[in-house]
């Protein structure tokens, strides 16, 4: 058996700790088919269930409206993460809800959230329209990413295309609670 020099060993370990911190390890992390769900939504806390799915109808309406030659690309990619960025501030800054309540989007951190989930995901934009088109559209997508969010878990009736694509993400919950 031949000796580890402890100065290998100690590269080996200062590379994995700077790729984990500059976030070069995420797609390995991403590739990962099922991960536990969430208990509870932590970095969410004080957000309504209307104003969150409001805010996740918004993310799936832009996926789901992106150019054909976005549709191509993966969310990953620069042109689509400022695509996203742009459709979300689209929206509106002040919304008024069926309940009559009023919320105000803080647009430069939710451009932000929407940013860097996007580019944690290197997934097909087309793949992602894909699954909001056979849930039935940006609703039901909105209301069963919520409720994994919240619940940790997938109804059955999203199927198994979605529940891969949740459980493989991450970030729906900061863009959740920078956008809410």
């Known amino acids: 058996m031949q000796q580890v020099k402890p100065n290998t060993i100690r ?3 200062t590379t994995a700790l700077a790729a984990v911190t500059l976030g070069l390890a995420g797609p390995a992390a991403n590739a990962v088919t099922h991960r536990a769900a969430p208990a509870a939504v932590s970095a969410a806390p004080n957000v309504s269930d209307a104003a969150a799915i409001k805010v996740l109808e918004a993310f799936a309406r832009a996926i789901e409206n992106a150019p054909d030659h976005l549709q191509k690309k993966n969310l990953n990619d620069r042109e689509v993460i400022e695509y996203l960025t742009r459709a979300m501030k689209g929206s509106g800054s002040v919304a008024a ?25 290197g997934i097909p934009v087309a793949k992602v329209t894909r699954i909001v088109g ?8 909105a209301k069963y990413a919520w409720r994994y969010l919240k ?6 009736e999203a199927g198994q295309e979605f529940a891969d694509f949740v459980m493989a993400v991450s970030g729906l ?6 956008c809410a």
Do not use: Q
Request: charge should be neutral.
């Open 97 to 121: 809800t069926s309940d009559g309540t009023v919320l105000r989007i803080n647009w430069l951190g939710c451009g932000v959230a929407v940013a860097k989930f996007a580019a944690e995901n």
């Open 11 to 13: 590269i080996a370990a």
């Open 134 to 141: 056979k849930l039935g559209g940006w609703v039901k997508f």
């Open 151 to 156: 619940e940790g878990h997938v109804p059955p």
């Open 173 to 178: 919950d900061g863009v959740v609670s920078a």
